[in-house]
Protein backbone atom coordinates (compact mmCIF):
# COMPACT_ATOMS: atom_id res chain seq x y z
CA UNK A 1 0.00 0.00 0.00
CA UNK A 2 1.01 3.36 -0.73
CA UNK A 3 -0.33 6.80 0.13
CA UNK A 4 0.77 9.92 -1.47
CA UNK A 5 -0.70 13.42 0.25
CA UNK A 6 -0.68 16.44 -2.41
CA UNK A 7 -2.32 20.28 -0.94
CA UNK A 8 -4.24 21.61 -3.56
CA UNK A 9 -6.11 24.88 -2.81
CA UNK A 10 -6.69 24.20 0.76
CA UNK A 11 -7.95 21.34 0.15
CA UNK A 12 -5.80 17.91 1.25
CA UNK A 13 -5.31 15.19 -1.43
CA UNK A 14 -4.59 11.70 -0.04
CA UNK A 15 -4.36 9.08 -2.91
CA UNK A 16 -3.95 5.53 -1.84
CA UNK A 17 -2.75 2.44 -4.20
CA UNK A 18 -2.73 -1.11 -3.48
CA UNK A 19 -4.94 -2.55 -0.63
CA UNK A 20 -6.22 -1.68 2.71
CA UNK A 21 -6.53 -5.03 4.61
CA UNK A 22 -5.37 -6.31 8.06
CA UNK A 23 -1.76 -6.30 6.92
CA UNK A 24 -1.66 -2.09 6.20
CA UNK A 25 -4.68 -0.71 7.63
CA UNK A 26 -2.60 0.28 10.65
CA UNK A 27 -0.07 2.19 8.34
CA UNK A 28 -3.49 3.47 6.55
CA UNK A 29 -5.03 4.74 9.94
CA UNK A 30 -1.71 6.31 11.23
CA UNK A 31 -1.29 8.03 7.88
CA UNK A 32 -4.68 9.36 7.65
CA UNK A 33 -5.73 10.36 11.49
CA UNK A 34 -2.01 11.62 11.47
CA UNK A 35 -2.97 13.98 8.47
CA UNK A 36 -6.31 14.68 10.26
CA UNK A 37 -4.41 15.82 13.56
CA UNK A 38 -2.29 17.73 11.82
CA UNK A 39 -4.99 20.10 10.88
CA UNK A 40 -6.78 18.84 7.69
CA UNK A 41 -10.44 20.61 7.58
CA UNK A 42 -10.89 19.32 4.03
CA UNK A 43 -9.92 15.74 2.70
CA UNK A 44 -10.57 14.46 -0.38
CA UNK A 45 -9.46 10.16 -0.32
CA UNK A 46 -8.85 9.47 -3.98
CA UNK A 47 -9.27 5.79 -4.08
CA UNK A 48 -8.47 4.83 -8.12
CA UNK A 49 -5.61 3.29 -7.09
CA UNK A 50 -7.10 1.04 -4.04
CA UNK A 51 -7.47 -2.61 -5.63
CA UNK A 52 -8.82 -4.46 -2.48
CA UNK A 53 -10.25 -3.01 0.79
CA UNK A 54 -11.22 -5.44 3.95
CA UNK A 55 -13.63 -4.82 6.82
CA UNK A 56 -10.13 -3.50 8.25
CA UNK A 57 -10.00 -0.99 5.74
CA UNK A 58 -13.98 -0.13 6.06
CA UNK A 59 -12.72 0.47 9.56
CA UNK A 60 -9.82 2.85 9.21
CA UNK A 61 -12.10 5.24 6.77
CA UNK A 62 -15.17 4.68 9.57
CA UNK A 63 -12.42 6.48 12.10
CA UNK A 64 -11.25 8.78 9.50
CA UNK A 65 -14.91 10.06 9.13
CA UNK A 66 -15.84 10.31 12.57
CA UNK A 67 -12.70 12.07 13.34
CA UNK A 68 -13.07 14.80 10.84
CA UNK A 69 -16.95 15.15 11.90
CA UNK A 70 -15.98 15.73 15.36
CA UNK A 71 -13.33 18.37 14.14
CA UNK A 72 -15.90 20.04 11.90
CA UNK A 73 -14.26 18.84 8.49
CA UNK A 74 -15.40 17.54 5.75
CA UNK A 75 -13.97 14.40 3.66
CA UNK A 76 -15.33 12.58 0.39
CA UNK A 77 -13.67 9.78 -1.28
CA UNK A 78 -13.38 9.16 -5.05
CA UNK A 79 -12.53 7.19 -8.13
CA UNK A 80 -13.45 4.19 -6.43
CA UNK A 81 -13.49 0.57 -8.75
CA UNK A 82 -16.54 -0.96 -8.90
CA UNK A 83 -15.33 -3.49 -6.72
CA UNK A 84 -14.06 -1.60 -3.79
CA UNK A 85 -18.01 0.71 -4.46
CA UNK A 86 -19.29 -2.79 -4.27
CA UNK A 87 -17.78 -3.70 -0.83
CA UNK A 88 -18.90 -0.04 0.31
CA UNK A 89 -22.28 -0.80 -0.51
CA UNK A 90 -22.91 -3.77 1.09
CA UNK A 91 -21.37 -3.08 4.25
CA UNK A 92 -23.25 -0.08 4.37
CA UNK A 93 -20.57 2.48 3.95
CA UNK A 94 -22.01 4.21 0.87
CA UNK A 95 -24.05 5.65 3.08
CA UNK A 96 -22.08 7.10 5.48
CA UNK A 97 -19.84 9.27 3.21
CA UNK A 98 -19.90 11.33 -0.02
CA UNK A 99 -18.78 9.11 -2.99
CA UNK A 100 -17.99 11.09 -5.93
CA UNK A 101 -16.93 9.45 -9.31
CA UNK A 102 -13.42 11.82 -10.03
CA UNK A 103 -10.37 13.44 -8.55
CA UNK A 104 -12.14 17.05 -9.90
CA UNK A 105 -15.63 16.58 -8.51
CA UNK A 106 -13.74 15.52 -5.17
CA UNK A 107 -11.72 18.67 -5.41
CA UNK A 108 -14.98 21.15 -6.30
CA UNK A 109 -17.24 20.09 -3.83
CA UNK A 110 -14.86 20.26 -0.99
CA UNK A 111 -14.20 24.07 -2.30
Given at each position: M???STMMEN???LAIEGRVDTNTAAEAEEAIITTIDNGAARLAVDFSGLDYVSSAGLRVF???AKKMK?????????GMKPIIKEVFDM???SALFIILGTREEALNSLK
Open positions: KITILLLLAKTGGQMVLCSGF
